[in-house]
């Protein structure tokens, strides 16, 4: 594995110990670090897109966001990288349906 992906997969692992009550690092050393958000509390209606391939490893935090909004809508590809590549026309008319309603 290349040092970058290393370095990649030790940063988010430390994040996701921090944000889901592991103890890898203070959040008031690291602001970054957010607690988390009270998703619950929201209400309004949410559409959510994400690819299994995003590079920045989106997809399981877009999943795991639109479980916990009431009414969210989650859609998943499994290829199309960050910017949905190759599903525009799908993306396309969800949004507009999304807003439409």
Known sequence: MPRSRRAWTRCSSICFQCR????AFSTK???YLLERYDLEGIHVPTLILSTVDDRYGT???ARYTAEHIHGARFIGY???GHLLVGHNNDVF?????????
């Open 59 to 61: 997809y399981d935090a």
């Open 20 to 23: 889901h009550g592991g103890s």
């Open 93 to 101: 008319a969800e949004i507009v349906a999304f807003l439409k309603r």
């Open 29 to 31: 050393r690291r602001p």
């Open 78 to 80: 499994a290829t199309g």
